[in-house]
Nanobody, 113 residues
């Protein structure tokens, strides 16, 4: 059974940076397409960025140029580098094995104005 554990969230001022990490245990990580999602209060969960097992990246327009998804298969870890953070980026961020219901517990990101 694959388990996902996110970390790296916190409180940051607008314009600041955070790097989120998601460590996967169990399974063959390099085969998984991985994604970062976020859910703000009162809103639906939305996709932020995705990366295939081979490293191909996609992301939503609102974070392009600011957020970068990457992975280290040797460490079973997917990252989300977030720069130039805005208050509207405030949300709980989750990682996911694409196409499954495997989710981490989430990590809170709060951006103050």
């Amino acid at each position: 059974q694959v388990q996902l554990v996110e970390s790296g969230g916190g409180l940051v001022q607008a314009g600041g940076s955070l790097r989120l990490s998601c460590v996967a245990s169990g399974g063959i990580f390099s085969l998984y397409d991985m994604g970062w999602y976020r859910q703000a209060p009162g809103k639906e969960r939305e996709s932020v960025a995705q990366i295939t097992g081979g490293g191909r990246v996609t992301g939503r327009d609102s974070v392009k140029g600011r957020f970068t998804i990457s992975r280290d298969n040797a460490k079973n870890t997917v990252y989300l580098q977030m720069n130039s953070l805005k208050p509207e980026d405030t949300a709980v961020y989750y990682c996911n094995v694409i196409g499954t219901q495997l989710w981490g517990q989430g990590t809170q990101v709060t951006v103050s104005s």
